[in-house]
Nanobody, 121 residues
Framework: QVHPVESGGGLVQAGGSLRLSCAAS????????MAWFHQGPGKERQFVTAINWSGTITYYEVSVKGRFTISRDNAKNTVYLQMNSLKPEDTGVYYC??????????????WGQGTQVTVSS
């Protein structure tokens, strides 16, 4: 089981940056591929980016490619999301989860509280 606790969100102007963190409990954290999801206001939660268990492979949705960077530190059981060149449409709650590679489906039905990101224009 991997239980995520997200942090690092906040209010930022368009063009600014934020770094999100996801501290995941569970002794087998390093066994899992991890991903970040975004839920915009009034919208469903959507996949954004993923990193494989060892941190050697990443995947990004087109909307964030070149602006966001996912990374992980298995020694700290933590996944990060560096968000640069933020746009108002990036506003929403960000969640992390352990996922199946390729389908991006969450393995555990255990979503954290997420962290709110608000980008002002």
């Amino acid at each position: 089981q991997v239980h995520p606790v997200e942090s690092g969100g906040g209010l930022v102007q368009a063009g600014g940056s934020l770094r999100l963190s996801c501290a995941a409990s569970g002794r087998t954290f390093s066994n899992y591929h991890m991903a970040w999801f975004h839920q915009g206001p009034g919208k469903e939660r959507q996949f954004v980016t993923a990193i494989n268990w060892s941190g050697t492979i990443t995947y990004y949705e087109v909307s964030v490619k070149g602006r966001f960077t996912i990374s992980r530190d298995n020694a700290k059981n933590t996944v990060y999301l560096q968000m640069n060149s933020l746009k108002p449409e990036d506003t929403g709650v960000y969640y992390c989860a352990a996922v199946q590679w390729g389908s991006w489906r969450s393995i555990f039905d255990d979503w954290g509280q997420g962290t709110q990101v608000t980008v002002s224009s």
